[in-house]
């Protein structure tokens, strides 16, 4: 029988099997920031143990960064202890740290993919759950906890259990206004929170394929929001050439040898898969959020439905009054005072490029509040050389440095108790933008468009 | 990591589905760098005011209800991977969850740090809420050798799953690491191997 995917990256990196199907599963590359790290290293010192391979190892600072005069010196006193403690850390243990003020830093999710330090065929960890990002180049990536971390820097090995395998096709072409976030939050609506859980996700079919790298970056993001343990897509010539020439990537013939192999990474035409689910392009809309998980999404032109007739209502409920809506109720004309574009959902140059293009030589509405932050500070010179950021400001946005931001509000940039944000980032969770923060999930250019009108609006009544 | 063999106590219910780990933990509260004192900001949004003023409607204030069991709706620990989620539980003084699902990464942090996820079916899940409706009192007997979870006064009983490994160091007090330690010629040969191949 043939091999998925998954299976034959998987199979390359097995190191050792235990009895009980537990695999030791050794990692190519390993990612590391300032929140889900320090106890880990202070684990290895407790141990007397160093950094097992520190040349697999990569840090930088993202989740606690201010996002304006990144120059100075934090001032929020607990997140500059933190970030000073990834420093002393990485300098103690001998690990390359991309860290504020350096060209490389940036959420780890973004900086990884625009190195070339993700690469197909590789296993990539890093503490956070959005690893999953790392996929859209054919790798097995995925979030661990910290104790997992530890176990990396120890052995640069994880043990594992082999996941099961899914396979979700998207076939046909996309709507114009639609893009690959739409295409995420249609999967997770339909799959719901937990659909994907206990499994690896490859995408396939045609939409996918059309994608770009960077959309497809966003697709395989959001896999953890099914519950999936990470989202891959067979690398093709597009992966490949993304990748040559970057500046870790592997250099001529050694790079030719490497694209030899990564186009041998395919499912087996007979590879069998736990589950499958097909999907149209066509079928989907521009979507939206309307609860407090980001299964709870639908299209713009719909409704929000009734309480489930499975699961419990109590939650559902919890969930709307939350969110101070309504079932039957829709999101479109929702007035919105906060907008978001940024995380490692959707803050690459083609986002930015994106909503710049759609703002430009128009105004935000005056009651909202938007803000852009670039995901890595390549991409914000980038953003600069092209003069995404007059556009922004010129629509009256705020350009920001890098950093996750109001993704998860651990720095300053926080979304107030009972506001409504249109966010291109990954989660709706209660509070997760800031205490009674209320977030709407969308695509970028959603997100831009309702800057501009200050409500909720379909977009592809705006191109 | 403590070991963990047999547990018997009442529970804390907390009927909601999908309970994201930013709801256990928030994250402006992951800017600590050592393992303790997450317990106090567990559950710190549902818990209390902004102001601090705790909440009565919510569970953890309720004197009715303790012990070192929660139980919750199906989809625990969805979300975010931090494994302060896990130690902010445990450090608050629990030492199993029960549900009748858990996301995967949740699953994995708990057992890292001696945290016993209890995977029951959704209708027995329904009848420990149940109980403890009837009964705040009701003790529960969770006893990881026979992998089996009891409500006592009915002696309603069902099994649970784990896997032999964990099974075996959670019972030991053993983690990972020193596993993955004993094991470190076999990495370096795979390193060569790979490295020649
Ligand atoms: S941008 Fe948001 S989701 Fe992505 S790594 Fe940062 S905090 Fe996590």
Redesign the pocket.
């Known amino acids: 029988m043939g091999k998925t995917l998954f299976d034959k990256i998987w199979d390359a990196h097995v190191a050792h099997q235990v009895e009980g199907g537990t695999d030791v599963l050794y990692i190519d590359r390993h990612f590391i920031h300032e929140v889900t790290s320090p106890q880990a290293f202070d684990g290895l010192r407790q141990r007397g143990l160093p950094v097992f391979r520190t040349e697999r190892t990569i840090a930088t600072a993202?989740?606690n960064v201010p996002t304006r005069d990144q120059h100075l010196p934090i001032q929020e006193e607990l997140s500059r202890f933190q970030v000073d403690k990834l420093t002393e850390n990485c300098e103690a243990f001998g690990v390359r740290l991309y860290g504020l003020g350096h060209p490389y830093q940036g959420?780890?999710?973004v900086i990884g993919p625009e190195l070339g330090l993700t690469q197909p065929g590789m296993t990539i960890v890093c503490g956070?759950s959005?690893t999953s990002t790392h996929g859209a180049f054919g790798c097995i990536a995925f979030g661990i906890g910290t104790s997992q971390v530890e176990q990396v820097l120890a052995t640069q090995c994880l043990l594992q259990k082999k996941p099961k395998r899914m396979r979700i096709t998207v076939d046909g072409e996309l709507q114009p206004g639609v893009l690959s976030k739409d295409i995420i939050l249609y999967i997770i609506s339909r799959l719901s929170a937990s659909g994907g859980t206990g499994h690896f996700v490859e995408y396939a079919g045609s939409a996918i394929r059309s994608l770009s790298m960077e959309a497809r970056m966003t697709i395989c993001n959001m896999s953890i929001e099914m519950g999936a343990r990470g989202g891959l897509i067979a690398p093709d010539d597009k992966a490949i050439e993304y990748v040559r020439g970057r500046e870790f990537a592997p250099k001529e013939e050694d790079f030719e040898a490497a694209a030899a192999y990564w186009r041998t990474l395919y499912s087996d035409e007979d590879a069998q898969f736990d589950a499958e689910y097909h999907f149209r392009a066509e079928d989907i809309e521009p979507m939206v959020t309307y609860g407090t998980n980001p299964g709870m999404g639908m299209g713009i032109s719909q409704s929000i439905p009734e309480p489930p007739a499975t699961g419990n209502p109590r939650t559902y409920q919890k969930s709307l009054e939350y969110m101070g809506l309504k079932p039957g109720q829709k999101l479109l004309g929702q007035p919105v005072n906060y907008v978001f574009i940024g995380?490692?959902?959707n803050s690459r140059i083609e986002d930015l490029r994106l909503a710049a293009a759609f703002v430009k030589g128009k105004k935000k509405a005056d009651n909202v509040t938007a803000m852009i932050v670039p995901g890595s500070k390549q991409v914000e010179i980038q953003a600069k050389a092209e003069g995404l950021d007059q556009a922004f400001r010129e629509a009256g946005f705020d350009f920001r440095e890098p950093g996750?931001s109001a993704?998860?509000g651990m720095n300053e940039d926080k979304v107030p108790k009972g506001e409504y944000c249109v966010s291109t980032?990954?989660?709706n969770f209660e509070g997760r933008q800031g205490p009674g923060a209320r977030t709407i999930l969308a695509s970028p250019l959603m997100a831009a468009a309702a800057a501009i009108a200050g409500r909720v609006v379909d977009v592809r009544q705006e191109l | 990591m403590e070991k963990f063999r047999k547990i018997q106590s009442t529970a804390v219910p907390l009927p909601i589905e999908e309970v994201d780990t930013d709801q256990i933990i928030p994250a402006r509260f992951l800017k600590a760098t050592t393992r303790e004192g997450f317990g106090d900001n567990l559950f710190r949004d549902w818990r209390y005011e902004a102001d601090g003023t705790p909440k009565e409607s919510f569970i953890l204030n309720n004197p009715l209800y303790g012990g070192t069991i929660l139980v919750a709706g199906r989809n625990f620990g969805c979300g975010s991977s931090r494994e302060h989620a896990a130690w902010a539980l445990y450090d608050y003084g629990f030492r199993v969850v029960v549900s009748s699902f858990f996301a995967d990464i949740f699953r994995g942090n708990a057992l890292n740090n001696g945290l016993l996820p209890v995977q029951v079916p959704e209708p027995f899940l329904q009848s420990i809420f149940t109980a403890i409706e009837a009964d705040p009192e009701t003790r529960f007997v969770v006893d990881l050798e026979a992998q089996l979870f009891t409500i006592l006064a009915s002696g309603q009983s069902v099994g649970f799953e784990i896997g032999p490994y964990k099974k075996m160091c959670l019972l030991n007090g053993y983690d990972d690491i020193d596993f993955l330690l004993s094991l470190r010629d076999k990495i370096e040969d795979f390193e060569q191997k790979r490295a020649i191949g």
């Open positions: 993202d989740h959420i780890v999710h956070d959005h995380s490692c959902t996750c993704c998860l980032s990954n989660r």
